[in-house]
């Protein structure tokens, strides 16, 4: 008997993760049909059939996706904020993007938001991609180097609830913090953008201070955050530059927050001395 291969529609944009997924799921046996976004720089392998997508022109698109009869689709990768010219919107797209277009100067949400609606007007249901490879995320627990001191936990314990505050704006998706003090959150420039720049503070500071060393980093989902277009992601280069920040550790949101070559990770934790805690933000 001959077992039909699921189909799956990958919506990509740059980076590794979205290379990773798609090489997996091949292996793991599913039919991809790839969508590359403006932004996407990534070679398609031979045997996906794949569109290269013009914001402008989202109706061929969706008719591309129909077409193959694909209606389960993941977005993957890291997109850069869309720039659409209003001029060269095509007839049959005006009407899909219409609800999009306005919310193009607001939060990340407001726009994921109105993303989200536009692909179920159109019929298409967003699956996470997490969902399909679970390995990308963690369960509850502790990784990394071991034992936790437990003012370190304490200090973990006091952050988890700054940072429930702090997600509430809808700013980012990470913040740093040192005792009681915040050393940094996130805003539209990302997480690494955020370390970096308590790097360069901590390199002008050059007096020996309690706040020259030291930290942990937190990341997870904001309240109402669209999972299935935006999930948090950490890679190897997150963990380089905490240590180049001279952080403890860091706490990120189980099954919330996507650990980019994992393996790779946890070595790097355990050569760096460095804890990793997954843990629920919020009952």
Known sequence: MVIKKKKIGLIIGNGALASYCMKQLVLLGYELVVVRLPCC??????SIKYIDTKYEEIDKTFGFLKEKNVYDI???GY???PEINISKVS?????????????LTKGDGEI?????????????????VQDFLPELTLSSGSYGSNPIEKQVLDQIEEGLKFFLKYANLDVGQSLILQDRHCLGIETITGTDEMIRALINFRKRNTKKSQNNFGGILIKGSK?????????PVIGPNTI????????KGLVIESHKVILLNKDLLFDMLKNYNMF???TRFSN
């Open 41 to 46: 720089k990534i070679k398609i392998m031979k």
């Open 74 to 76: 993941a977005l993957i």
């Open 79 to 81: 997109v850069e904020r």
């Open 91 to 103: 007839f049959g797209s005006q009407k899909i993007l219409m609800n999009v277009f306005s919310t």
């Open 112 to 128: 994921f938001s109105a993303v989200r609606n536009m692909f179920i007007e159109q019929n298409f249901k967003l699956v996470k």
């Open 223 to 231: 309240p109402d955050q669209i999972l299935d277009i935006d999930t």
């Open 240 to 247: 380089k530059l905490a240590k180049k920040a001279q952080l």
């Open 276 to 278: 990793l805690i997954a």
